[in-house]
């Protein structure tokens, strides 16, 4: 078959590869060379996922590569959205638009190839490790920021689709994300781009800078410093169309006439009279009397604190339906959606390079590198209300209701029921803002905050390594290197509310609730103090390796490797609100309590052999073995083999067994709690919702709190994979791929699986739930029915190593470069991945299938498994002009969340079960099967004279709206940020130029 030749590399100073793989993963690759260059069997590459150097990139295991040419002509100008493209990065992946002030990892961005989270992907710069982002992705998995990584000096992204723990050790379940940077760069370049949306918005600003000196080849040295700059303006949902920037979806209605409920907050549902109520609303203050029977809560209608400020410029309306506690003179209706979800963070990122890179006589080279990267994310979320229940874990605290003393003093301490503060008639005052003190009774207060809360993180990240690698004596090749890396995030959240304090304010009457917006800086600052987290990763590597040729056999050399490594890695990520036994309300609201801290050593030795046993068929074995000072060991085989009968066709296939160390959060995390939505079903449930009088708290969806703790004597999840693939090049510049891929993992590191068992005890026990190693909390009262059940607040477990789950598909990919008279040549890639099973089976013996599902909602915050993605692009190039169309595709899915009790094709019990299907008011379901999602982007490029080029991008082009999913990311945004975010942005302009000197 044909040989590609790409710079002559030597032997990686890492275990990995420093090649591309060209026709081993047709798409995304670059064209074919010219017949002089591909016929150069000499050119020695050494290919990902291998420490072995070949002549040729064809190996055993399906490697994609995607060139920087590739990236410029696609309009992907970073490293994290060119990979977040790929076919096969699947259920569980991170992007930006989950960086909107409430996920856990904000700032963060990550890959998860095969469905299989960002934990089971590896991703790693110049085939090295890199420290990880320190918060951990739902509390649970750490992975690599590729925020972190610089985007002006990348050479190419090779994606390795297989397992490959016998290489890289653990986490490369599912596959390796391997950066590569240039190794010579000589002489100025300088490039800047400008970007904005169709709509006038989410601006992009981009300039860098890098100059290099030195011709490795002739002066036996090159160095070279790079700086780039980069900006994305956020994005807010009130700057997109219907219904993306309004939750009162009546107007959206089913073929049978009836329409969607009003899901703004005390939103109006005319056709079955309810209201999405009561709840308070940002700086209008309403008051009722206390509880004769609860001095903790109030009683009774609320009232207006304020009657002439009414709703303070928000729509008010008097349809109340049966609520037992609005206010007659009406309630106050927020659109919460267009005033305050964002939909994409602001985003500033800055780095700095540098790398010298110099020959040692002729059988040697040494090398450093030095990296600096500093990420800033900006993100909004809804304001508080002043009223809550302390963060879980927080010893079965009582809801805290805002209750207002009868007195209040300079002196005051706040209490939950407001009374006993240390206020009486003889040292203080009647309390201004309860209208019923002088009748000698507390009252409950219920507002909101008028701030948005925000998140603010500043990620910087250093990165060094020293390296050398070369021969000695009879071709014995060596290679070693050091690799330091820390990641320093500084996380800052604001207008968060410590409710002890509300307390305090409320005592002494310094709280104007009246005008929340007249009280002063100095008591905002009390009530929410600013909360700062500072949290770090640190990893540092020593590994060596030595291979050689050991003798020839009729297909060729027989290589061998062997090599060792050192590895020390840690991350002390504090809680921002941790647990306490003392007084749980000086704690926040809503800051999560998640928090770790530990390190670990692993020592590893590995092998890799190549037996070319004829020429049509080479086999290759490597192995390792890492052991943990955590007490954790692992051995991870690999075998291959790769036949070619014919010069233009190849079969390929591997078989490997690979592991998932348990990460920090895993093992020695704190309490931990995410959020997913949930419904009440009525019909089960009955009692539950009529105890409630079937009103808005029992009946519309509410929010469930997962705690997971962590668990020091996990084991490692243990992977079993296969690949099976052909490649066919029936003429010449053409190449076809088909690869098989299977994986199963056993001893998964889990909580809980389905919490229906957990919610259908509580519901239908009056709250009692004898489930082992599952504890259940209560959520708040409901205002109306103090006394009655509360829904069901949070399920708390510890991680477990339990289930086992598969998953397996097919990959195509096709690959063509023509020339078309003497001028023009047309390029062609085309890529695919078609997910076949993605099954969980539980130790009970339930099995869970996700694919083509929004499933597992517990680990991809209900963003689905799409069992089809793709992506097609065709470039033109003729003389000094390039023109690109790329398509993108992902399959719609079934809106079932099987994890939380859905069954895959029933829809009408899915909505009826609330489990993630949205229903009309007349019960019948809006989307048992959601829209495919396509994307095409347009680029062109001129370049003028020798030294400059101007270039153009319109991303989608098109202009195509992301399909309304009122059941993806729990129903926040109205459609799927994992897959459609470069729908919601709308067309995007860019404009750029490059200059070369």
Request: glycine share 10%; net charge negative; charged share 15%.
């Amino acid at each position: 078959m044909k040989k590609t030749q790409f710079s002559m590399l030597k032997l990686s100073a890492a275990p990995i590869v420093l090649g591309a793989a060209l026709l081993s993963a047709p798409a995304y690759a670059q064209g074919a060379p010219a017949d002089d260059e591909a016929s150069n069997d000499d050119a020695i590459i050494v290919v990902t996922g291998s420490i072995l150097r070949r002549t040729n990139t064809e190996t055993a295991s399906p490697v994609t590569v995607l060139s920087a040419q590739t990236l410029e002509e696609r309009g992907l100008n970073t490293v994290s959205e060119a990979v977040q493209r790929l076919s096969a990065n699947g259920a569980g992946t991170i992007t930006q638009g989950w960086n909107t002030g409430f996920n856990f990892a904000s700032g963060a961005n990550a890959p998860a190839l095969r469905g299989l989270t960002v934990q089971s992907t590896l991703s790693i710069s110049d085939g090295l490790r890199m420290a990880p982002y320190p918060l951990a992705d739902d509390g649970q998995r750490n992975f690599v920021d590729l925020n972190t990584i610089p985007d002006a000096v990348v050479e190419r992204i090779e994606v390795l689709r297989d397992g490959a723990s016998s290489t890289y050790g653990a986490d490369a379940i599912a596959g390796v994300i391997n950066v590569i940077t240039k190794k010579e760069i000589q002489g100025l370049h300088l490039g800047g781009s400008l970007g904005i949306s169709q709509k006038g918005d989410a601006g992009e600003q981009r300039i860098d800078a890098t100059w290099g000196y030195g011709d490795l080849a002739n002066d036996g040295f090159n160095f070279y410093v790079s700086g780039e700059y980069r900006r994305q303006d956020a994005l807010y949902a009130r700057d997109r169309g219907y219904p993306f920037n309004n939750k009162d979806w009546t107007s959206i209605c089913g073929a049978s006439g009836s329409c969607m409920s009003n899901q703004n907050w005390n939103g109006f549902t005319p056709e079955n009279g309810l209201f999405n109520g009561l709840i308070s609303i940002p700086g209008v203050t309403l008051v009722r009397p206390v509880s004769a029977t609860n001095p903790n809560t109030g009683a009774g209608r609320f009232e207006f604190l304020n009657p002439a400020a009414g709703c303070r410029g928000y729509k008010m309306h008097q349809n109340i339906g049966t609520s037992a506690t609005a206010p007659l003179a009406g309630v106050c209706e927020i659109n919460w959606q267009g005033d305050h979800i964002m939909l994409q963070p602001e985003i500033e990122r800055q780095g700095l390079t540098a790398r010298f890179t110099a020959n040692v006589g002729d059988r040697a080279q040494v090398y450093a590198i030095a990296n600096y990267y500093n990420t800033k994310t900006h993100a909004t979320f809804t304001p508080l209300g002043l009223n809550g229940t302390p963060t879980s874990p927080n010893n079965g605290a009582a809801a805290y209701n805002v209750m207002l003393p009868v007195y209040v003093c300079a002196n005051g301490v706040g209490t939950l029921s407001g009374q006993n503060t240390g206020c009486t008639a003889a040292n203080g005052t009647l309390n201004p803002y309860n209208p019923y003190a002088a009748s000698g009774q507390t009252a409950q207060a219920f507002v909101r905050s008028t701030r948005d809360r925000t998140v603010d993180t500043s990620s910087r990240s250093l990165r060094g390594v020293l390296g050398i690698e070369g021969s000695f004596g009879d071709d014995w090749r060596y290679s070693a290197n050091f690799t330091a890396s820390e990641v320093r995030l500084k996380r800052t959240q604001a207008n968060y509310f410590i409710p002890q304090r509300i307390m305090d304010v409320v005592a002494r009457g310094t709280l104007n609730l009246n005008d929340l917006e007249a009280n002063s800086q100095e008591i905002w600052d009390y009530i929410a103090p600013v909360n700062t987290t500072t949290s770090v990763s640190e990893l540092w590597q020593f590994q060596a390796t030595l291979a050689k040729d050991l003798f020839q056999l009729p297909g060729g050399p027989l290589q061998a490797a062997v090599g060792v490594s050192y590895r020390d890695e840690s991350i002390d990520a504090p809680s921002a609100n941790p647990g306490t036994l003392g007084n749980q309300y000086d704690r926040y609201y809503s800051i999560n309590a998640v928090g770790t801290a530990g390190s670990r050593d692993v020592k590893s030795a590995f092998f890799e052999l190549s037996a070319p046993v004829i020429e049509q068929i080479e086999l290759t074995a490597s192995g390792r073995y890492d052991d943990y000072s955590t007490g954790q060991s692992n051995f991870s085989p690999k075998l291959g083999v790769k036949f070619t009968p014919i010069p233009q066709v190849a079969v390929r296939g591997t078989f490997s067994k690979g592991f998932r160390i348990p990460s920090f959060n895993e093992s020695f995390g704190l309490p931990t709690t995410g959020f997913v939505t949930r419904t009440v079903n009525c019909t089960t449930f009955a009692a539950f919702c009529a105890a409630h009088g079937n009103n808005a708290y029992a009946t519309q969806s509410y929010s469930l709190g997962l705690t997971q703790v962590g668990n020091p004597d996990l084991d490692p999840e243990k992977s079993t994979a296969f690949t099976a693939g052909i490649i066919v090049e029936p003429i010449r510049n053409v190449s076809l791929t088909v690869d098989f891929w299977h994986i199963k993992v056993n001893d998964l590191i889990t909580g809980v699986t389905s919490t229906a068992a957990a919610e259908a005890a509580y519901y239908s026990n009056n709250g009692v739930v004898n489930i082992p190693g599952i504890t259940v909390l209560p959520g708040q009262p409901d205002p109306a029915f103090p006394n009655a059940l509360p829904l069901l607040g949070f399920i708390q477990s510890s991680y477990t190593n339990q289930d086992s789950q598969v998953v397996s598909g097919l990959d195509f990919g096709a690959n063509l470069s023509l020339p078309i008279g003497s001028n023009l040549t047309w390029r062609s890639n085309f890529d695919a991945s078609y997910m076949i099973k993605y099954e969980l089976t539980t130790d009970a013996g339930d099995k869970l299938r996700y694919d083509g599902t929004l499933s597992p909602c517990n680990i991809t915050s209900c963003s689905g498994s799409p069992k089809w993605r793709a992506s097609w692009q065709n470039t033109l190039a003729f003389g000094d002009t390039t023109l690109s169309l790329t398509a993108y595709y992902t399959k719609g899915y079934d809106t079932a969340s099987i994890d939380f009790g859905g069954i895959k094709g029933d829809c009408q019990f899915n909505a009826d079960n609330g489990v993630s299907t949205h229903s009309y008011v007349d019960g019948s379901p809006v989307n048992c099967k959601t829209k495919d999602i396509w994307n095409v982007d347009f680029t062109a490029s001129q370049k003028i004279g020798d030294k400059f080029t101007i270039y153009a991008n319109v991303l989608n082009v098109f202009g195509i709206k992301p399909p309304f999913d009122p059941d993806a990311a729990y129903g926040i945004f109205g459609f799927n940020p994992a897959w459609a975010g470069p729908n919601i942005m709308g067309r995007y302009f860019r404009l750029g130029a490059k200059v070369s000197f």
